[in-house]
C-alpha cells in the first residue's frame, strides 16, 4: 500500500525529476502493486460472497420453511435450497445447495444431487469449500450431533463419527449402501492454498426425526 | 575545519547507505524467491499424477459391448470377467429386428465376486428378456417395479442365492448385477431386445455394439517373493511366472480368438434384397430366397473397435415406400407403419438458404466443462454456415446480449467476429432464458423468401419457467425451427425435448468434450438438409389408437415416417391416413388396417415408444409420481426394463439335491425347456485356424484368466464378495478449494514486493545516486 503512496504520488516534482528508464521502473512497480491489489481484493470478494450469499440464503430459507413462495435468495440467483445443516456444539450452520454444478459451490454446501436426499435411505453426500462454508468441518469430533433441517420442513439429527481423508474419486463412499447416512466431504489438507486431490470426509448416522417440526429456525432444542 | 566534519559525516552516512541497500536488496531477493517458490508449488500440485491406471482396468462407462465386469484391486475400476463365447442371432423382419445376445463368462479366480454385466444399446431399444446361469443354477428375469425389483434381489443376495437385477441406467445403456458368483463357476447371460431398423433413403440399416472398451495404461507387475526363513522356500504363489505374463492382450485379431464371436442374421427383408453390405466385418451371405437372406459373420473377422453394421437395398424400383404390418397381444392391435414421403424435385439440387439465430446460455449453472463444451459447439456450428445464409447470436444469463443488431451475412469476417463473441464469454449469473428466446423468435425481422429460419439453442436447461418458455416457442415459432442443444453431463433433457417437439426441431444431447464435434455433425446433416414438416396421423372410419410418437417430427430427407399404434379389439378396420409437406407440396398416403401384414415385436416397440412420449411429456404432468405411475403401467404390461421397471432374476432350477455334486460340464444338459444358450457351449468356433494359432489362443486365453484372477478382488465369501461389489460403487467427490487463499497470499506477496522495491527505488533515488556520484568524484580526485 505504502508503495502505492509513494509512486504515482501526485507529486509532479518528483515524477519530472525522474529519468525515462526510471519511469519504466516505477511503472513496473506501479504494475506489480496494482495486480497484488487486484489478486487481494478477488480473494476477499470471493469470501465475502461465500459469507454474504449465505445469509442471503438463510433468509429465503427460513422463508421457504414458513411456507412461502420460492423465493430465490437474489433475483439471478441459479440454484436451489435444499436444507440447513447445524453443527450445536461449535455452533456453526450453513444452508445447502441443490448440486455441486457450475457456481453452487461459492454459495453454499452443495448436496450431490445423484446421492439420496439426507434422512433417506443410503449415503447423502454434502460437500463444501474447506475455506469458506466447511471451514470448520475438521473442528467436528465424533459423537457431535449435527442437526439437518429439509425444505419440507422434516428435520433430523445425525451423529458424526471419524473423520477420514480419501482420494475424490475413491471416495469409498456408496450412495446406496444401507442405513441412513450423511457423508460431509471438504478439500484436505485444511490449510493448503492449491486444490488438491484428497478430501476430508466425515460421515454421520442418522440417530432420530425431530418431532414435531418446528417452524421457528434458529434455535435447537435438546 | 569543517571538511573532517563533513568527511566523517558522508562515511557514516555512507556506511548507512550501504546498509540500507544492503537490506532492501536482501528484502528484494527474499520476495523473489519467495514468489518463485510459490509458483514451483504451484505448478508442481496441478501435475497431479492421474489415479493408477493399469492394463486390463476398464470403467463401466466405457465399455462399447457386452461383457461382465468383476470389481478390481484399484478402487473405482474393474476387469472384464473372462469371456469364452459370445452368440448374436438377430432376427429382422421387415421393419423390426430382435437380438439376442447370450454370452459366456467365467469367474476365473478362487473366491467370490459379485458381477456386473454392462450392455450397450441402440437408442431405440426395449429389453425384455433376461436369462441366465450362475454356476449350476438357471435364472429368469421377471419384470417388476424399480424398487421392488431392488428389494428382490438384495434379500436373495443375502440369503446366498444366485440372483441377477436389470436396471436401465440410462435410455441406452442397461447394467446387469450378478450376485453370488462361486470360485471358478460359469455365468451364461442372454439377454433379448427390440429395435427398429434404420431407414435412410433407400438403405435399411441396423448396428451391434462391438467395440471393445478402452484399456488402461499397462504398468508392469511387480512381484516379491517372500522367502519363509526356516523352510528357504517361498510361500506358494498362485499364479506362476507372474512377471512373464503380459497384459491382456488388446489386438483385435488376438481378441477374436481369445473372445469368439458368432453371429447370424437372418434377414427378412420382406421386399426383393438387392445386396447386403457390412461396413466394417466380412460376412457371409446365404440367399434363402428372393425376400430372405441368412449372414453370419466370417470367422476371425472381427474387428474390435468397430461396431457391426449391416446395411441392404432393395431390388431397383422395388424399393417400398410404405409399409403396414400389425402384432396382436392381448386383445390390443398394434400397428407399425411406415411411409416414405416423395422427394420433392426442386429441393433436390438447390442448395436452401438459412437463416440461424444461435442462443447460447451463459449462466451459472454453465460454469466449468458446460461452458467450454457449449462454446466449441457454437463455435463449430457458426464456422459451418455458407456465405449466402444469414445468421446472429444471442447470449443470456439474467441479462443478454444480441451480438448483430440484425441478422447478418454469414461473410467470414462476421463469422469470425461472432465465433470471437462466443469464445469470450463466461458463465455467470442466473438463467432468464424467456427474453432470450423472445428475441430470437420476434425480433429477428421476417424471414426472407425461400429461406429456412432456424433457432439453435445451447444450454443445460436448468429453468424454472417451462410452461412459459412452452408458450413461447408455441405462439411465436411462426415458420422457425427450434433445435434443442444440451449441454453438460446432466443437462435438463425433458425440457430440451419438448422444446424442440414444440418447435419442430431436434434435440442434441452432448454429454463429453469428445462428442461435440460427431453430435454437432448429425445436427448439422439435419440443419442443412430440406425437412418434410406438418406430419400428422388420423385414423379414419371405425378405428381409433393411441399413436406413437405424438406430435410426429419432422423429417429430413430420405427418412421415413415411422410410427406405431395401439388399437381396441382384434380386428379393427378403417383407415390410416397420414398427411404431411414435403416442401410446399402437400402429400397424403392411405392405408386399410384390415390389409396389413402381421409382425411380431410390434407391440413392444409401441411401448418402447410410448414410454418415450411419457418420459418427453414429464414438464406438462404436475405430479412427477403419476408420470412414473404412468410409465410402469406401460412398461409391466409389455414386460419391458424402463426406468421404473427392472428385470429381477429369480432361481427358475429346483435346488441341487444335497449330496449330489454337479460339475461345470454336466450344466448345459440340465437346461430348462425352452432355453438355448447351446451355441456357446459345445465346439469353440476356431476350427479354421491352424493347430499353432489354436494352440496360441489357448496360451493367451490362460493368460488372460490369470491376468484377470490376479487383479480381481474375489472375496472368500458371498456375502463379502457383496460389500466389496457395493463400496466399487463409490460417489466421486468435487473440488471443494477455491482459490481465495491462493489469491490473497499471491496478491500480499506482490504487494510487499512493491512496496520493499519502491522504497529501494527512492531511497536509492534520493541517496545512492548521490553517494555513488560522490564516490566517483572522490575516486576521481
Avoid at chain 2, 566523517?8 to 541497500?21: D, F, I
Avoid at chain 2, 514468489?35 to 462407462?61: C, D, E, F, H, K
Avoid at chain 2, 445376445?101 to 426395449?126: C, H, I
Avoid at chain 2, 448439422?524 to 430440406?530: H, R, V
Amino acid at each position: 500500500m505504502a508503495a502505492d503512496d509513494d509512486l504515482p504520488g501526485p507529486r509532479p516534482s518528483f515524477l519530472a525529476r525522474l529519468s525515462a528508464f526510471e519511469t519504466i521502473v516505477v511503472a513496473i512497480i506501479a504494475l506489480i502493486a496494482l495486480a497484488g491489489l487486484m489478486l487481494v481484493g478477488k480473494g476477499f470478494y470471493m469470501k465475502a460472497k461465500a459469507e454474504v450469499s449465505q445469509v442471503l440464503l438463510k433468509k429465503s430459507f427460513d422463508a421457504q420453511l414458513h411456507g412461502e413462495a420460492d423465493g430465490k435468495p437474489w433475483p439471478w440467483a441459479d440454484f436451489e435450497t435444499t436444507a440447513e445443516i447445524m453443527a450445536p456444539r461449535i455452533n456453526r450452520s450453513a444452508i445447502v445447495l441443490k448440486g455441486a454444478s457450475g457456481q453452487a459451490l461459492a454459495f453454499g454446501p452443495a448436496w450431490l444431487a445423484n446421492t439420496p436426499l439426507p434422512g433417506e435411505e443410503g449415503t447423502s453426500v454434502i460437500a463444501a469449500h474447506r475455506d469458506t462454508h466447511f471451514r470448520w468441518l475438521k473442528d467436528v469430533s465424533p459423537g457431535d450431533l449435527l442437526v439437518l433441517t429439509r425444505k419440507d420442513g422434516r428435520r433430523f439429527l445425525f451423529r458424526a463419527g471419524e473423520g477420514r481423508v480419501a482420494r475424490w474419486d475413491e471416495s469409498g463412499i456408496n450412495a446406496s449402501a444401507s442405513g441412513h447416512k450423511l457423508a460431509l466431504a471438504t478439500c484436505f489438507p485444511f490449510d493448503a492454498i492449491e486444490p488438491g486431490p484428497m478430501r476430508y470426509i466425515v460421515t454421520a448416522e442418522l440417530v432420530g426425526e425431530q418431532h414435531p417440526v418446528p417452524l421457528t429456525t434458529g434455535s435447537i432444542a435438546k | 575545519m569543517f571538511l573532517d566534519d563533513e568527511i566523517a559525516e558522508s562515511r557514516t552516512r555512507q556506511n548507512e547507505a550501504r546498509w540500507g541497500m544492503y537490506l532492501a536488496l536482501a528484502a528484494l531477493a527474499a520476495c523473489i524467491v519467495m514468489i518463485l517458490g510459490l509458483m514451483t508449488q504451484a505448478s508442481a500440485q496441478t501435475v497431479n499424477p492421474p489415479p493408477q491406471q493399469m492394463a486390463g482396468y476398464v470403467r463401466p462407462n466405457d465399455m462399447g459391448t457386452g461383457a461382465l465386469l468383476f470389481p478390481s484391486k484399484e478402487p473405482g475400476y474393474f476387469v472384464e470377467a473372462p469371456r469364452l463365447a459370445t452368440d448374436v442371432e438377430i432376427d429382422v423382419n421387415g421393419p423390426i429386428m430382435r437380438t439376442r445376445v447370450t454370452q459366456r463368462f467365467q469367474n476365473p479366480s478362487k473366491g467370490w465376486v459379485e458381477g456386473t454385466y454392462v450392455f450397450p444399446l441402440p437408442d431405440d431399444s426395449a429389453v425384455d428378456t433376461l436369462k441366465m446361469q450362475i454356476g449350476d443354477r438357471f435364472i429368469e428375469g421377471q419384470i417388476k417395479p424399480r424398487q421392488a425389483a431392488k428389494e428382490i434381489y438384495e434379500q436373495a443376495k443375502a440369503e446366498g442365492k444366485k440372483a441377477a437385477l436389470l436396471e436401465q441406467q440410462r435410455p441406452n445403456l442397461f447394467t446387469n448385477q450378478v450376485a453370488n458368483i462361486g470360485p471358478g463357476e460359469t455365468v451364461v447371460v442372454q439377454i433379448e431386445y427390440q429395435s427398429g431398423v434404420r431407414q435412410s433413403n433407400d438403405a435399411f440399416t441396423f448396428r451391434f455394439p462391438m467395440v471393445v472398451a478402452p484399456r488402461y495404461n499397462p504398468q508392469p507387475i511387480v512381484q516379491t517373493v517372500d522367502l519363509d526363513s526356516r523352510s528357504g522356500y517361498a510361500v506358494s504363489d498362485p499364479v506362476p511366472n507372474r512377471e512373464k505374463i503380459e497384459p491382456p492382450v488388446l489386438d483385435p485379431r488376438e481378441n477374436a480368438k481369445v473372445n469368439p464371436v458368432t453371429l447370424t442374421v437372418n434377414l427378412k427383408a420382406g421386399f426383393p434384397i438387392a445386396e447386403v453390405t457390412s461396413a466394417f466385418h466380412e460376412i457371409d451371405t446365404a440367399t434363402i430366397d428372393q425376400l430372405t437372406r441368412k449372414i453370419t459373420l466370417k470367422a476371425g473377422s472381427v474387428p474390435a473397435d468397430r461396431d457391426f453394421e449391416l446395411s441392404w437395398k432393395a431390388v431397383e424400383g422395388k424399393s417400398p415406400y410404405a409399409g403396414l404390418f400389425r402384432e396382436t397381444v392381448g386383445g390390443k392391435t398394434y400397428l407399425l407403419s411406415f411411409v416414405t414421403p416423395p422427394v420433392a424435385a426442386t429441393e433436390t439440387d438447390k442448395p436452401v438458404k438459412r437463416e440461424v439465430v444461435f442462443v447460447i446460455d451463459n449462466s451459472g449453472s454453465m460454469a466449468g466443462p458446460s461452458m467450454e463444451q457449449a462454446k466449441e459447439s457454437l463455435a463449430l456450428a457458426i464456422s459451418r454456415l455458407k456465405p449466402e445464409d444469414r445468421f446472429n447470436v444471442i447470449r443470456f444469463d439474467d441479462t443478454m446480449t444480441v451480438h448483430f443488431p440484425a441478422l447478418v451475412e454469414a461473410t467470414p469476417d462476421k463469422r469470425e467476429n461472432a465465433i470471437a463473441f462466443v469464445r469470450g464469454l463466461t458463465a455467470d449469473g442466473g438463467t432468464e432464458m424467456l427474453p432470450a428466446l423472445e428475441a430470437a423468435l420476434r425480433t429477428q425481422g421476417p424471414v426472407a423468401a425461400g429461406a429456412l429460419r432456424q433457432v439453435v439453442f445451447l444450454t443445460d436447461g436448468a429453468i424454472g419457467n417451462e410452461g412459459q418458455l412452452f408458450q413461447e416457442i408455441q405462439t411465436n415459432r411462426g415458420d422457425a425451427r427450434v433445435f434443442t442443444v444440451g449441454i453438460g453431463s446432466a443437462p435438463n433433457s425433458h425440457f430440451m425435448t419438448k422444446a424442440a417437439e414444440y418447435g419442430r426441431g431436434t434435440f442434441t444431447l452432448i454429454g463429453s468434450e469428445s462428442q461435440v464435434a460427431a453430435r454437432m455433425g448429425e445436427l448439422f446433416t439435419k440443419l442443412e438438409s430440406p425437412v418434410m414438416t406438418d406430419i400428422s396421423a388420423t385414423f379414419e372410419g371405425a378405428a381409433k389408437g393411441d399413436i406413437t410418437p405424438n406430435p410426429m417430427p419432422d423429417l429430413y430427407r430420405g427418412e421415413p415416417v415411422v410410427l406405431t399404434a395401439e388399437l381396441n379389439g382384434t380386428a379393427p378396420e378403417g383407415k390410416l391416413r397420414i398427411v404431411g409437406k414435403a416442401g410446399d407440396q402437400p402429400f397424403r398416403v392411405e392405408m386399410d388396417i384390415a390389409k396389413a401384414a402381421t409382425g411380431e415385436g410390434i407391440a413392444k416397440l409401441w411401448a418402447r415408444r410410448k414410454i418415450d412420449d411419457l418420459e418427453a411429456s414429464a414438464s406438462a404432468i404436475a405430479d412427477p409420481a403419476s408420470l412414473d405411475r404412468q410409465i410402469e403401467t406401460v412398461a409391466l404390461a409389455h414386460h419391458l426394463v424402463s426406468r421404473v421397471t427392472s428385470l429381477v432374476a429369480v432361481d427358475a432350477t429346483p435346488s441341487r439335491p444335497a449330496g449330489e455334486n454337479l460339475t461345470a460340464t454336466d450344466m448345459p444338459l440340465n437346461l430348462p425347456a425352452g432355453w438355448d444358450f447351446g451355441k456357446v457351449f459345445g465346439e469353440k468356433p476356431d476350427a479354421n485356424g491352424t493347430v499353432d494359432e489354436r494352440e496360441a489362443s489357448v496360451e493367451s486365453q490362460t493368460k488372460l484368466v490369470m491376468v484377470t484372477a490376479d487383479r480381481m478382488l474375489a472375496a472368500p465369501t458371498a456375502r463379502a464378495a457383496g460389500l466389496i461389489a457395493e463400496a466399487n460403487n463409490q460417489v466421486n467427490l468435487p473440488q471443494t478449494a477455491t482459490e481465495a487463499d491462493k489469491q490473497i497470499l499471491i496478491g500480499l506477496m506482490l504487494l510487499a514486493f512493491a512496496l520493499v522495491a519502491g522504497s529501494t527505488f527512492v531511497f536509492w533515488r534520493g541517496q545512492i545516486a548521490a553517494l555513488v556520484i560522490a564516490g566517483v568524484r572522490r575516486h576521481g580526485r
